[in-house]
């Protein structure tokens, strides 16, 4: 069982951190052919199964410029390695590792015992320079979830690196406050590989944030939670079939930080949890068991303006949450222990074992131990930050909202109906660089009915999304849902709409209308779903910034 002990504890001291812890389809026989040559792939050769098929122009890696002098640089290696998760033989992983060659010396932190990538904090107004090394046996390309960079440097699959290979990134920190990720955004491999272990966590500070003092160093605590499916030696399998890339591969072992049977020694006192999403498409309803509330201070932007009160909070894949945890109250000996409880209507109703828990189940995510009785403690602000927000008539668009329609079918997942192309947007993909725009996220199709003579055994498609923007985190403005609202019953209350936002889950039946500043940066932004089998499948576009 993973543990908070001492060694941890002055880890998180040096850090100030704490612990860290997405042109057509094929036709439906070739898809099945190809899919069949692509189940029990090793880690070499990964390719997309039923994805679109999609070529870019060949470029040469983006090398550093000698007019650009950053504050800080890292080389950041991507590897194949091993770690130990569970009992007996160490499991195969790939790994991020970062190392600092120049900054503040907090920039990066190691996780001990986890595969999960190097912490790294930055601050607002810095100027940074990240050399990533390609160690792996096929291409990939990082993407910085979350922050605001130009397409450049933003991970597009465009700029996908050979093993060997070197690419550099430069850019501005230029985001307010806020936990961000970094992952691999090769298309077609994404979700192979951020299972395979590919992930980590971006801190962003600023003097806003510092002013109010909040819980920090050992009293900070990401959560980077995940599930994985292991074999009977201990290794991990992502061989999904058409079913689990259809509603998204889920494991059978819930993993905290890249461990397993997480638990977390705490002090009778406030502290901050900056919880993260990392798996490739489990929803989670996170609660804590008896019934304390879930107090959120802040979303995937950054710092909402006031807490939120919530009976449980909804973490869809990319998505993250400030969570303000105080067990002040609470005696020495006390255990209490973070849950997923049940829900219901966000997969489609297959009738069938995806060989992991359920999605929509109740499970233990973490327990937390209260080990040490204090007096000290910091006081919940009622005032957080400041968000620039836009009206919609401050919009290009306010009567004619930007559509993203999601559709789905066998062996097919779109956005506008189509699936994902290079460089050849629709007229509503294209937007004027320094608009802000009004856009909408809807389902383009009713419940269907998949069966037949297709092998599907029968299947209602009606499933949730989690959409992601890339650059500029958006405002959520409203939510309507159409139908039957007995599934979306048991998720609505959990919802946080009050603060910046670059990921949303959206319902079945569910229409959600945002406002996206497109500023600073020219060029080809994606937009995709993060269930990351659904955006290798082809589930993804393009805005052009022009």
Not at 75 to 92: F, R
Not at 94 to 114: C, F, M, N, W
Not at 176 to 190: D, F, I, L, W
Not at 240 to 252: A, F
Request: hydrophobic share 35%; net charge negative.
């Amino acid at each position: 069982m993973a543990k908070f002990n001492q060694s941890r504890r002055r880890f998180l001291t040096q850090s100030s951190l704490g612990l860290v812890s997405l042109t057509g389809l094929p036709h439906f026989a070739h898809a099945m052919e190809s899919m069949r040559m692509g189940v029990g792939m090793g880690m070499g050769g990964m390719h997309s199964s039923m994805g679109s098929e999609v070529s870019y122009p060949k470029l040469t890696p983006n090398k550093s410029n000698p007019n650009f002098h950053p504050d800080v640089e890292l080389d950041l290696v991507c590897t194949p390695t091993e770690v130990s998760i569970l009992k007996g033989t160490p499991t195969k992983v790939l790994r991020y590792q970062a190392t600092l060659i120049k900054g503040p010396k907090e920039t990066v932190v190691d996780i001990p015992h986890s595969y999960l990538g190097s912490i790294i904090r930055l601050q607002k107004g810095q100027k940074v320079r990240v050399n990533f090394h390609n160690a792996l046996s096929q291409s990939s390309v990082v993407h910085w979830h979350g922050l605001h960079v130009p397409q450049m440097m933003d991970g597009h699959p465009q700029y996908a690196i050979e093993s060997g290979q070197t690419l550099v990134y430069e850019f501005e920190v230029i985001n307010r406050a806020n936990m961000n990720m970094y992952h691999p955004h090769p298309h077609g491999a994404t979700a192979k590989q951020v299972y395979l272990g590919l992930a980590g966590a971006v801190i962003v500070n600023d003097e806003e944030e510092a002013a109010l003092e909040l819980p920090s160093g050992e009293y900070e605590i990401p959560l980077v939670i995940q599930d994985k499916q292991f074999d009977n030696e201990n290794q991990l399998v992502y061989s999904p079939n058409m079913h689990q890339r259809m509603s998204g591969m889920v494991g059978n072992t819930i993993l905290v930080n890249g461990q397993a049977n997480f638990h977390l020694d705490v002090a009778s006192r406030a502290y901050r949890l900056r919880v993260m999403n990392g798996s490739t498409s489990r929803i989670y309803k996170l609660a804590w068991d008896d019934g304390m509330p879930m107090t959120v201070i802040g979303v995937d932007g950054g710092l909402l303006e006031q807490p939120e009160i919530k009976p449980y909070v909804m973490l869809a894949p990319g998505e993250r949450l400030d969570v303000w945890a105080d067990f002040s109250a609470r005696n020495e000996g006390a255990q209490l222990t973070l849950k997923s409880l049940a829900f219901s209507g966000v997969s489609p109703r297959m009738g069938m074992n995806h060989g992991g828990l359920s999605v929509g189940s109740e499970y233990p995510i973490c327990t937390i131990n209260v080990t040490r009785k204090v007096s000290d403690s910091h006081k919940l602000p009622t005032k957080l930050a400041k968000i620039h927000r836009y009206g919609i008539n401050e919009t290009a668009n306010p009567n004619n909202p930007l559509p993203i329609a999601i559709s789905e079918s066998p062996m097919s997942m779109l956005l506008n109906g189509r699936a994902y192309e290079f460089n050849n947007p629709l007229p509503s993909e294209r937007v004027k660089m320094g608009s802000v725009q009004l856009l909408e996220i809807f389902h383009a199709h009713s419940e269907m009915r998949m069966g037949g003579g297709m092998g599907m055994g029968g299947m209602n498609v009606s499933m949730a999304h989690p959409i992601h923007l890339h650059g500029q985190q958006f405002e959520i403005m409203s939510r309507s849902i159409s139908g039957d609202t007995t599934d979306y019953d048991t998720v609505s209350e959990g919802f946080i709409d009050s603060g910046l936002k670059d990921t949303v889950l959206v319902m079945p039946m569910e229409r959600v209308k945002i406002i996206k500043p497109f500023h600073d940066f020219k060029g080809l932004f994606l937009y995709h779903c993060h269930n990351l089998e659904h955006e290798d499948m082809g589930m993804m576009r393009e805005f052009s910034v022009e």
